[in-house]
């Protein structure tokens, strides 16, 4: 009897850990891309991430945001080689599918994410939109207690742009080559939440 008491004991301690580790979640985390290439944007912003831990090692999201880049919207290249871009401001809103995998179950806990989704520009039309984004990174967790956790990320941010691309092709001010370059720029994200 004593044997079976014991036993029921354990069950429940490990029932009642495993299912504290379960469940729902959410996040709240600013911080900025800092453009690096060629051309490049920088942008700030903050983000609410929503989601399910499945256990201590694996978490599903996703994620709303609203930031602010002095964006990329054209370049000029005159017939000397000097090279001129335009901005403007763009006031952005991310939506984004959040993967996230824990290696450790302890109290400081690196972790690898991958965030991928679609980031709309409030200043645009939906089919202007910036586009597709994808960033994985890396990061820590320093756990609070059960419910708190504050963490920071490092990662590497792709989000598709596009912008005009005009460069003289002659020995005139007059013979201009214009297109519309489409492509992925790069920047390197820092990230700061808080899990509550």
């Not at 989601?51 to 000029?76: I, Q």
């Not at 000397?80 to 599918?97: N, V």
């Amino acid at each position: 009897m004593k044997k079976l008491i014991c036993i029921l004991f354990l069950t429940s301690v490990m029932l009642e850990n495993i299912n504290a580790q379960k469940g729902y979640e959410k996040s709240i985390e600013v911080g900025t891309n800092i453009g690096v290439g060629e051309y490049s944007n920088t942008s700030f912003g903050a983000s609410m991430i929503n989601g399910y831990r499945f256990n201590e090692y694996f978490y599903l999201g996703l994620g709303v945001g609203f930031g602010y880049s002095n964006a990329l919207n054209g370049v000029d290249i005159d017939k000397y080689g000097y090279t001129t871009e335009y901005r403007t401001d763009a006031y952005l809103i991310p939506i984004y599918a959040s993967i996230k995998a824990n290696f450790t179950k302890s109290n400081i806990s690196p972790f690898f994410r991958f965030n991928i989704g679609y980031t709309f520009d409030a200043n645009q039309y939906i089919k202007d939109a910036p586009g597709l984004m994808i960033e994985p990174s890396i990061g820590v967790d320093f756990k609070i207690n059960n419910k708190n956790t504050i963490y920071t990320a490092l990662g590497f941010n792709l989000q598709h742009s596009e912008y005009s691309y005009t460069r003289n092709v002659g020995t005139t001010d007059s013979n201009w080559d214009i297109t519309t370059k489409s492509e992925m720029l790069k920047s390197a994200s820092i990230k700061v939440g808080f899990k509550f």
